[in-house]
């Protein structure tokens, strides 16, 4: 089902420095002129995007091994999520993307203006992060109207939960909400600026550490006090 809620989207220029790759601190001092190219491109990005998220709401009804089961006969294989959700009552499973507006126009103009055309790939990754934080705020706000609490989003490609393993699972527990978004044979979402992810929700459970503790590239990444 899709999400019919008007999520606010939020990001300033140093998000859309990030999702270039770079590191807003030093950009600010070596080129500033690329930061201003980037708050440009901040700014154009907004008439581009057709936010949408989808999602199912499945109970978890039980544990055993590396599989949780859930409602319907459906069920999740992975190491990781069935150490971190097991405790949950339900699984949100959400898919959220910006469409394809904005990576066609970046593919337009990407000849004649490549660095106006990176910084504004940029602010489609920087939006489309700031959407899924959101739909994430707008289920949290959900569980403690309940006295739940909500866990930290997982997503595939995290440690001990493949592309090539999580996606096909998230997009067969998504079923028809998941047709805008379209999954090629090597596991890529079309459009790109799209994101999955679970979340657990329940009223025993502990919400601890955070993305980065899971992601494949904690060891080289630049951005980790960012997200801390």
Same mark, same amino acid.
């Given at each position: 089902?899709?999400l ?7 990001y300033?220029v140093? +998000?859309?420095l =990030? ?8 950009? &600010?001092?070596r =080129?500033?002129? $690329?930061?201003?190219?980037a708050?440009?491109a901040r700014?154009?990005?907004?008439r581009? #995007?057709h936010?949408k ?13 590396e599989? $949780?089961?859930?409602?319907g006969? =459906?069920k999740?294989?992975?190491?990781l999520? +069935?150490? &971190? !959700? *097991?405790? /949950?009552? =339900?699984?949100?499973? #959400? !898919? *959220?993307t910006?469409?394809e507006? $904005?990576?066609?126009?970046? +593919?337009?103009?990407?000849? *004649?203006?490549?660095v106006?055309?990176l910084a !504004?790939?940029?602010?489609? /990754? *920087?939006?489309v992060?700031a959407l899924a934080?959101?739909a @994430?705020?707008?289920?949290e &706000?959900?569980a403690?109207? &309940?006295g739940w609490?909500d866990?930290?989003p997982?997503?595939?490609g995290?440690?001990?939960? /493949?592309v090539e393993?999580?996606?096909?699972q998230?997009?067969?527990l !998504?079923?028809e909400?998941?047709s ?5 044979p090597s596991y890529?979402m079309?459009?790109?600026? /799209?994101l999955t992810?679970?979340?657990?929700v ?5 919400s601890?550490g955070?993305?980065?503790?899971? @992601?494949?590239?904690q060891?080289t @990444?630049r951005?980790?006090e960012?997200?801390t």
């Open positions: 089902m899709e019919q809620q008007n999520l606010e989207l939020i300033d140093d +998000a859309v =990030r999702g270039q790759g770079a590191e807003p601190s030093v950009l &600010r001092k =080129r500033p002129a $690329l930061v201003e190219i708050e440009q700014q154009a990005s907004f581009l #995007l936010p998220v989808v999602y199912q709401d499945y109970a978890l009804v039980g544990k055993q091994h599989h $949780l089961f859930l409602e006969g =459906r999740i294989k992975s190491k999520i +069935a150490q &971190r !959700l *097991a405790n /949950s009552k =339900r699984l949100i499973v #959400l !898919l *959220a910006i469409g507006e $904005l990576e066609q126009h970046v +593919a337009k103009i990407w000849d *004649a203006n490549m106006y055309a !504004l790939d940029g602010a489609g /990754s *920087a939006a992060e934080n959101a @994430c705020q707008y289920f &706000r959900q403690m109207e &309940r609490q866990s930290m997982f997503s595939p995290m440690l001990d939960w /493949s393993d999580g996606q096909p998230i997009f067969q !998504l079923g909400a998941a805008l978004v379209q999954l090629t890529i079309v459009p790109k600026k /799209s992810m679970l979340l657990g329940g009223a025993d459970l502990q601890t955070k993305p980065c503790d899971y @992601c494949m590239m060891a @990444c951005y980790q960012h997200y």
